[in-house]
């Protein structure tokens, strides 16, 4: 058989298997490419193999061809890429669920947007409001697909387009350059956890405005003096310096810790874990002495000023207004409180970084 036949039968059985392959191959040229050379280079030399002569003969290379199997089986072996998890690779399932989530989230809010519009123009404007059927509708519809594409061996990255590749491919050179690790779920690398220049003036504007509010008291004093000099009534609680001083303190270490953090940057997690438990506790603080200034309303400076009279009066609150500057002090402190639960989440994320 000439080579040229024998060129043909190769050639049309890696025809039928680029039919079968999957389509994240298929689409991806340079990907198809690799794949059909392996396969025809394995087909020549399993021909060599199987001849009597050394040389590929049209029997040796039909033998080979059979020895490589069907095409529908050879483009099944490509289809297991990734890792099994449910019905759906573990590649895809963070794709799978954020537009699980937008889609529902979106049919949620415009079922309800559309009921309260029923409600107020009392059902004039018709019955527009989807079934929550709908929720279930598009559930189903984005599992198929999804559960379809992990059977066909899809990753996130074969829908990307080539300049979203290189911009890929720069984050994780730059990644690497900062020492982030590679998550051991996705194989994709961690992004930065901090802004080291935004955390560095972060802490200096912190450090600058805390030493300032720490000079506070020294300041208030000498206005009040001057003030009190020249006929102004002027008299404070100096139990509020104190507290003044406190949360000055409070805010100077949080800027030096933030400082800290912007100079080391995105290396050492363990470090980083370390200064945010830091920062839980002076957080805390920072919440327990708003919640004593709140059981001591009357200790809080006000300024009062009447322009009918001219008269101004630096004193502290009165009575009528304890209530409320209580109320204002006691959300802040339960802000402070809440704002813990972002510091837990990031400890436990700074494991993942961990090398």
């Known amino acids: 058989m000439s080579q040229k036949n024998m060129e043909y039968l190769v050639k049309d059985f890696l025809k039928e298997v680029k039919e079968k392959l999957p389509g994240w191959i298929r689409d991806n040229k340079v990907e198809r490419k690799e794949v059909l050379s392996e396969l025809e280079e394995h087909v020549w030399d399993k ?7 050394g040389k590929p003969t049209e029997q040796s ?14 483009a099944r072996e490509y289809k297991k890429r990734g890792t099994p998890k449910y019905y759906i690779t573990e590649e895809l399932w963070p794709v799978y669920t954020k537009v699980l989530g937008i889609v529902c989230g ?6 309800i947007v559309l009921f309260v519009l029923n409600l107020v123009t009392a059902g004039l404007i018709g019955d527009l409001s989807f079934s929550f059927t709908s929720i279930f509708i598009a559930f189903t519809i984005i599992t198929v697909i999804f559960v379809a594409l992990s059977m066909e061996g899809y990753f996130p990255e074969d829908f990307a387009s080539p300049s979203e590749v290189r911009k890929k491919e720069k984050e994780m050179a730059k990644g690497a350059a900062l020492g982030l690790p590679v998550s051991s779920k996705t194989g994709e690398q961690l992004k930065p956890f901090i802004k080291p220049t935004g955390k560095i003036a972060e802490g200096i504007v912190g450090i600058v405005f805390s030493m300032i509010f720490f000079m506070a ?8 003096a001057e003030l009190t000099l020249r006929g102004v009534t002027a008299s404070i609680n100096t139990e509020i310096y104190l507290y003044i001083r406190i949360w000055a303190i409070i805010g100077i270490v949080e800027g030096g810790i933030n400082l800290s953090r912007g100079i080391i940057g995105n290396q050492q997690p363990a470090i980083h874990q370390g200064v945010l438990g830091v920062i839980m506790a002076t957080k805390i603080a920072n919440a327990i002495t708003m919640a004593f200034v709140a059981l001591r309303p009357e200790i809080i400076p006000w300024i009062a000023w009447f322009p009918d009279t001219g008269v101004l009066i630096i004193g502290t609150i009165t009575p009528e207004f304890y209530g409320l500057v209580q109320g204002i002090l006691l959300l802040i402190a339960i802000i402070v409180f809440l704002t813990l639960i972002e510091d837990v989440y990031w400890i436990a994320k700074l494991e993942r970084y961990k090398l």
């Open 106 to 111: 979106i049919l949620i809010v415009l079922n």
């Open 61 to 74: 290379v039909r033998l080979a061809i059979s020895y490589m199997g069907s095409p529908s089986s050879i």
């Open 217 to 224: 008291p020294i300041i208030i004093s000498n206005v009040i």
């Open 47 to 53: 021909a060599e193999e199987l001849s009597e002569t």
